[in-house]
């Protein structure tokens, strides 16, 4: 397979947690004129917004996408645009729209225009009850219970056919739960990691969506970043997986990440009101083995849950002190 040359990059998703973040890492690297942020929601951030192009597109609606790819001469896409775990449970219909019709949309659009790459992520969601809990393989049962889940294991299948059949190079990582402070999470299951550091800068006190002893993969933005990026350029050659790395960083429970915002600010309190979220976290991973990404493409993440923690706090309490407005989370 001939690879190749990144040049001008369309970022989808990219006013979401993840991608807000993203589409400026990528700009630093690609220069910010090259990377084309597009999203269905006004951007959060003036760095979004003023650092480079930006348009309102909807994913599932091939036109849209198609002019802004035209008009830029786009090679590679980021695919983050996505509905979660628990708004997904709520409606499952339009979580199948936009994560089914917008992968095939992006597939479809990236093989017409013979792009030199597709990066659509993938999650832990895509494992189910019948899958070891406990590190986790790449390769084991995808048998998920929620629709994203289905949503996601479909577009690794899928990511993995247009490689095969196509030739079109598509990767994909599956993101553990992500933990960042500068744009919140929307309607995942493992929000109530993001939203207890806000809450303890704030009020010191954080009701729990899910039990104290709820073990989960996590990872700090600044991995989930570099997972990324790591991938979109690494070798083909070395990759035997495509569409489907487990990426671990951490693995802690409510309990123990409660803990450890407690060390630093002694008066926090935490309680647990586990809600419909809990039945979901209940089927996904505890952690998970990653020798795949670390062997194919060199993933080594950086923070673990401690270095996360007094980095979290330390930005959102400059925040807090400074009285910029920390918002109220999941
Ligand atoms: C969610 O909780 O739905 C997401 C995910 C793990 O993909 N954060």
Redesign the pocket.
């Known amino acids: 397979m001939k690879v190749k040359e990144i040049k001008r990059i369309l970022v989808t998703g990219s006013v979401g ?1 993840i991608g807000s973040e993203l589409t400026l890492a990528l700009r630093e690297r690609f220069g910010a004129e090259n990377v084309v942020a597009t999203g269905r929601k006004t951007p959060p951030s003036d760095a979004l917004k003023n650092s480079g192009p930006f348009y309102f597109i909807d994913v599932a609606k091939r036109e849209t996408l198609e002019e802004v790819v035209r008009k830029h001469n786009i090679d590679t896409i980021v695919h983050m645009a ?1 509905i ?5 449970e709520q409606n499952p219909m339009r979580c199948w729209d936009v994560n089914i019709n917008g992968t095939l949309v992006v597939l479809e659009c990236a093989r017409e225009h013979d792009m030199a790459r597709v990066i659509i ?5 895509a494992f189910g009850p019948e899958t070891p809990r406990d590190r986790t393989p790449n390769d084991t049962i995808l048998k998920p219970r ?1 629709m ?1 889940g289905v949503t ?1 294991v479909a577009g690794e299948l899928l990511g993995d056919y247009y490689f095969r059949k196509y030739g079109l190079d598509v990767r994909g990582l ?5 933990i960042s402070h500068e744009t919140l ?1 929307g ?5 109530f990691a993001v939203a207890i550091y806000f809450e303890a800068v704030r009020n010191k006190r954080y009701t729990c969506f899910v039990r104290e002893d709820t073990r ?1 993969p996590m990872m700090y933005m600044p991995d989930c970043i570099k997972a990324t990026i790591d991938l979109t350029v690494a070798d083909i050659s070395k990759l035997k997986h495509h569409s489907d790395f487990n990426v671990g960083a951490m693995s802690f429970s409510a309990g123990e990440l409660a803990a450890s915002i407690k060390k630093q600010i002694p008066e926090f309190v935490c309680t647990y009101e586990p809600d419909f ?1 809990q039945a ?2 209940d089927t ?1 991973p505890m952690s998970l083995d990653d020798s795949a990404a670390r062997e194919e493409w060199g993933w080594k993440p950086a923070f673990d849950l401690e270095a996360m923690t007094k980095d979290m706090l330390d930005v959102l309490g400059r925040r807090y002190r400074e009285g910029k407005v920390v918002v109220l989370g999941a």
């Open positions: 947690q996505a979660l775990s628990a708004v997904g992520p993938s999650s832990i969601a929620t994203y996601k599956r993101y553990p739960g992500i999470p309607g995942g299951t493992t929000d989960l979220r979901i976290a996904w």
